[in-house]
């Protein structure tokens, strides 16, 4: 089994709302990994966690917040966020940090903001 | 700052065809290279892997080869079919000190098979 599974698919939220994007796999993954991809853009890596740690934020906006209950869940909360915000969010995972590993990739959750 | 490019940017094909798609990166201090493909408003499905110190990987009808030094990657599709219509994008692994893959996207290769 190589599932990533997110949810929800997709999401419409104003710009007040406060909403998460939820990402889960059971493959004993230690590394999760959050990506941004605009439209016809190639993804953009937003954070790494490595054993539950955060390990690399790359200069994300604090209004998203990552956040990784346990090694199987990978959470990103979203509050106040803007219209250029909008964009297919991606989950990833992999067995860990080494060279390796190869990158598995969730479905993704579409998110629009109004 | 490494850089991907992957050329072309889209291509039509006849159902039948060989085809090779390039993917060329600017810094050769990567891990590895993989190639993904996605599907129009779909997540990335990984098809091949090769280590830096690989030269090429094979799976099915699909062969990817590294020239590390060169800062070269090809992916060669076999007997192309209307179903390996998608997005392809590859990707490098960059070497960073810290924990996690950083992974470097290039553009991608629209690809069309027509029957």
């Known amino acids: 089994d190589t599932e990533v599974t997110q949810t929800p698919k997709h999401l419409v939220m104003g710009m007040t709302n406060k909403k998460s994007l939820k990402c889960e796999q059971h493959?004993?993954?230690?590394?999760m990994y959050w990506y941004k991809q605009k439209a016809k853009k190639p993804p953009e890596l937003m954070f790494v966690?490595?054993?539950?740690?955060?390990?690399i934020n790359e200069s994300v906006p604090s209004r998203f917040s990552p956040e990784c209950p346990n090694s199987s869940l990978l959470n990103l909360h979203l509050h106040a966020l803007q219209p250029e915000d909008s964009a297919l969010y991606l989950c990833a995972s992999s067995q860990g940090h080494l060279s390796g590993n190869t990158i598995y990739f969730g479905e993704g959750s579409w998110l629009t903001v109004v | 700052k490494q850089e991907v490019t992957q050329i072309p940017a889209a291509l039509s094909v006849p159902e039948g065809e060989n085809l090779v798609l390039n993917c060329s990166f600017t810094d050769s201090a990567i891990y590895n290279l993989q190639w993904f493909r996605q599907d129009p408003g779909k997540g990335l499905t990984s098809l091949l892997l090769i280590q830096s110190s690989q030269r090429e990987q094979t799976s099915g009808r699909l062969n990817a080869s590294l020239d590390k030094s060169s800062g070269r990657s090809t992916l060669y599709i076999a007997a192309s079919q209307p179903g390996d219509s998608a997005t392809y994008l590859c990707?490098?692994?960059?070497?960073?000190?810290?924990?996690?893959?950083?992974?470097?996207f290039g553009a991608g290769t629209i690809l069309r098979v027509k029957s």
């Open positions: 966690y490595s054993y539950e740690k955060l390990s």
């Open positions: 493959m004993g993954h230690r590394a």
């Open positions: 990707a490098v692994r960059e070497e960073r000190m810290e924990y996690g893959n950083k992974l470097v």
